[in-house]
């Protein structure tokens, strides 16, 4: 890696691909950086770039082909039960009742029926990824497939993602996240949901506060290890 303005660039990038300037954007855009904060740094104009970018990932679809393959929910446990939940779950197979259930767990019987609803809940939505929709924003998505790029390549550096968050996400977080990867705005997954927009909010920034970033960005950059990582 060659270091550069404080940045630290591939020695050599796939020919006809992304330039050294457009990965060192993209390694920006992971890590949180605004076109502001890019452009004090490096003399190349962000926007420009992310037009670029945005162009010459038109015709890849690896991204897309990668989506098709996945079978499961990003940072969803396999069984994406919390551990109260679990023991509810369990005790309620095995044949014993509410109060049973209640007494064994030092708990009040209002909250096991509590716990119940949100065990059916949970089985009645399943862990389904959503249909893939994509946004409606060009540059938006051309971002999101030269960060899907620059990550399967191993072309920027991702450690500085928390890559395992501190909490599972919920189904209902984890499928805003994959929204974003599939490049759609707030609003758009408010739609495709049938929420408000400040539930989708709600639901982003309790998966930044999950993953310990700050930006939207660096929440679709980890999204798309992730991906990365299951369909690999």
Same mark, same amino acid.
């Given at each position: 890696? +060659?270091?550069?303005?404080?940045?630290?660039?591939?020695?050599?990038? +796939?020919?006809? %691909?992304?330039?050294?300037?457009?990965?060192?954007?993209?390694?920006?855009?992971?890590?949180?950086?605004?076109?502001?904060? /890019?452009?004090?740094?490096?003399?190349?104009?962000?926007? /420009?770039?992310?037009?670029?970018?945005?162009?010459?990932?038109?015709?890849?679809?690896?991204?897309?082909?990668?989506?098709?393959?996945?079978?499961?929910?990003?940072?969803?446990?396999?069984?994406?039960?919390?551990?109260?939940?679990?023991?509810?779950?369990?005790?309620?197979?095995?044949?014993?009742?509410?109060?049973?259930? +209640?007494?064994?767990?030092?708990?009040?019987?209002?909250? %096991?029926?509590? /716990?119940?609803?949100?065990?059916?809940?949970?089985?009645?939505?399943? %862990?389904?990824?959503?249909?893939?929709?994509?946004?409606?924003?060009?540059?938006?998505?051309?971002?999101?497939?030269?960060?899907?790029?620059?990550?399967?390549?191993?072309?920027?550096?991702?450690?500085?993602?928390?890559?395992?968050?501190?909490?599972?996400?919920?189904?209902?977080?984890?499928?805003?996240?994959?929204?974003?990867?599939?490049?759609?705005?707030?609003?758009?997954?408010?739609?495709?949901?049938?929420?408000?927009?400040?539930?989708?909010?709600? /639901?982003?920034?309790?998966?930044?506060?999950?993953?310990?970033?700050?930006?939207?960005?660096?929440?679709?950059?980890?999204?798309?290890?992730?991906?990365?990582?299951?369909?690999?």
């Amino acid at each position: 890696m +060659a270091e550069r303005g404080g940045l630290f660039l591939p020695e050599t990038v +796939a020919s006809g %691909v992304l330039s050294p300037q457009e990965i060192s954007l993209i390694q920006c855009v992971v890590l949180g950086w605004t076109n502001r904060e /890019y452009e004090k740094l490096d003399s190349g104009d962000a926007k /420009y770039l992310r037009n670029c970018i945005a162009e010459k990932m038109m015709g890849d679809t690896s991204f897309e082909e990668r989506l098709m393959r996945l079978s499961r929910l990003p940072f969803v446990p396999e069984n994406h039960l919390t551990p109260m939940e679990g023991r509810v779950a369990f005790l309620t197979e095995a044949g014993f009742r509410r109060c049973e259930i +209640a007494r064994m767990m030092d708990m009040d019987p209002s909250n %096991v029926s509590h /716990y119940k609803k949100r065990i059916q809940g949970k089985k009645d939505r399943g %862990v389904e990824v959503p249909p893939i929709e994509y946004g409606l924003s060009v540059n938006r998505f051309g971002m999101i497939r030269g960060i899907h790029y620059a990550v399967s390549e191993g072309l920027i550096d991702t450690t500085l993602l928390k890559l395992e968050p501190e909490k599972p996400l919920s189904l209902n977080e984890s499928r805003t996240m994959l929204m974003l990867c599939y490049g759609l705005s707030k609003s758009e997954i408010a739609a495709a949901t049938k929420q408000s927009e400040g539930t989708v909010k709600t /639901y982003c920034n309790r998966i930044r506060g999950k993953l310990g970033v700050g930006r939207e960005y660096q929440i679709i950059s980890a999204g798309i290890v992730e991906i990365v990582r299951l369909t690999s």
